[in-house]
C-alpha cells in the first residue's frame, strides 16, 4: 500500500521561505516519477514541479521557477519542495504525488496520469 504524506505547510508572511517534506512507503519508488501539484480554492489544481526518482531529473512550472526547488533523499524515501521568495498567489493546498509509470526522458505535468497522492498540506502566504 503506497503512502504519501507532506508536512511543513503553515502560514508565511510574503518574501519568506518554507520546505514542504513528502514521505513516502509501502513500494520501492525508483522507477517512480514524484510530483508537487497545488489547488487554491475555486481553481483547478496544477503542477509545481516533478522530480524522476532515479535520474534527478526534474521539471518546474514557469509560475514557481527560480523560486521553488524540488529535491529527494534516497535515503529517507522523501521528497521535498524549497520554497522561497513566497507570494500570496502561492497560497493552496499543496500535494505530493507519485506517477508509478513515467514516460522516459519527459515528465507528466497533468494530475489525471499520478497514481498516488498524499492528502495535502495547507501553505497560506499573508501580503
Known amino acids: 500500500q503506497v503512502q504519501l504524506v507532506e508536512s511543513g505547510g503553515g502560514l508565511v508572511q510574503a518574501g519568506g521561505s518554507l520546505r514542504l517534506s513528502c514521505a513516502a512507503s509501502?513500494?520501492?519508488?525508483?522507477?517512480?516519477?514524484m510530483g508537487w501539484f497545488r489547488q487554491a480554492p475555486g481553481k483547478e489544481r496544477e503542477f509545481v514541479a516533478a522530480?524522476?526518482?532515479?535520474?534527478?531529473?526534474?521539471k518546474t512550472a514557469d509560475s514557481v521557477k527560480g523560486r521553488f526547488t524540488i529535491s529527494r533523499d534516497n535515503a529517507k524515501n522523501t521528497v521535498y519542495l524549497q520554497m522561497n521568495s513566497l507570494k500570496p498567489e502561492d497560497t493552496a493546498v499543496y500535494y505530493c504525488?507519485?506517477?508509478?509509470?513515467?514516460?522516459?526522458?519527459?515528465?507528466?505535468?497533468?494530475?489525471?496520469?499520478?497514481?498516488?497522492w498524499g492528502p495535502g498540506t495547507q501553505v497560506t502566504v499573508s501580503s
Open positions: 504525488a507519485a506517477d508509478s509509470s513515467p514516460l522516459m526522458g519527459l515528465i507528466r505535468v497533468s494530475p489525471n496520469e499520478y497514481d498516488y
Open positions: 509501502g513500494r520501492t519508488f525508483s522507477s517512480y516519477c
Open positions: 522530480i524522476k526518482w532515479s535520474t534527478g531529473y526534474t
